[in-house]
């Protein structure tokens, strides 16, 4: 055992993806606290009427990691985050009869399944099953056109270059959207929690839960592990058990 844990650490670094914390992989309770202001339920700002659920803002500690977990190859840190993820809805009540992710096309040959590893690690924690709806969007590829955006303005600007690739942390890059993916399988109603890692726009998660919806699904909600301050919309009123039902109106 001493063996396995002594490789496990050295192909795995047993330390915080934020901040470095010894023995705290993937992040430590100061960089993401296990009860942070809350998860949601919030309005998608892309789609008023969707449901957006979310570790928190995209900044600071929670962007470190997620970058960590993306760049760096750690697959099992965003499964980790994920479950982290997971568990607060788990608490928040959220209702689902699976899960499914935003399907993205390899880039340079090299596979992008960053958000089917944050969503393996939703549904394991909500003991949901994990489903293959969506097949990749065709069009130009986002991540890719804002990179060359904002390297341009950094260009013209005569600005140092910014390593990370982001000079605005929540700053909004206008490129033309993408059409929606389409949806692999008709759905006989049935509620479908829809997850990505990040949420910039929130215009993906629009466009791929109204083909789910399309296809047939009875509910959408949308979950990630950080998303950009012009994602969120307002927060979603709760019940007042106080108010009365309305007199239902003529047939």
């Known amino acids: 055992m001493a063996i396995l844990a002594a490789l496990s650490g050295f192909l795995r670094p047993p330390d915080c993806l934020a901040c470095g914390a010894v023995g705290a992989w ?3 309770s100061v960089c993401l606290p296990p009860e942070p202001a809350g998860p949601g339920p919030w309005r998608l700002a892309a789609d008023p009427s969707m449901t957006l659920w979310a570790l928190g803002l995209y900044g600071d500690a929670l962007r470190a990691a997620v970058l960590a977990g993306k760049l760096r190859g750690q697959a099992a840190a965003l499964a980790a985050l994920g479950g982290r993820l997971g568990s607060l809805l788990l608490a928040a009540g959220v209702g689902a009869d699976l899960v ?3 399907a993205a096309r390899p880039a340079r040959g090299l596979p992008r399944d960053h ?6 690690g939703v549904a394991a924690a ?6 293959d709806l969506l097949a990749p969007a065709s069009g130009r590829d986002l ?3 804002r990179s060359r955006a ?3 303005r950094v260009a013209g600007s005569g600005a140092p270059a910014d390593p990370i690739g982001f000079r605005e942390r929540n700053r909004i890059d206008t490129v033309p959207a993408r059409p929606p993916p389409s949806v ?5 109603g049935g509620r479908v929690l829809l997850v990505d890692d990040v949420a910039t726009t929130g215009g993906t998660l629009a466009g791929a839960a109204t083909a789910l919806r399309r296809a047939g699904a009875r509910q959408v909600e949308v979950a990630v592990l950080g998303a950009s301050s012009g994602a969120f919309g307002p ?6 058990p106080l108010a009365r039902s309305p007199r239902p109106g003529p047939p």
């Open 100 to 102: 499914t992710w935003i």
């Open 126 to 131: 909500l003991d949901l099953p994990l489903v």
């Open 143 to 145: 991540g890719r056109a």
């Open 26 to 28: 993937p992040c430590c």
């Open 115 to 120: 958000a089917r590893q944050v969503a393996a």
């Open 184 to 188: 692999r399988y008709r759905l006989d």
């Open 235 to 240: 927060p979603v009123p709760e019940p007042n």
């Open 150 to 152: 904002r390297s341009a």
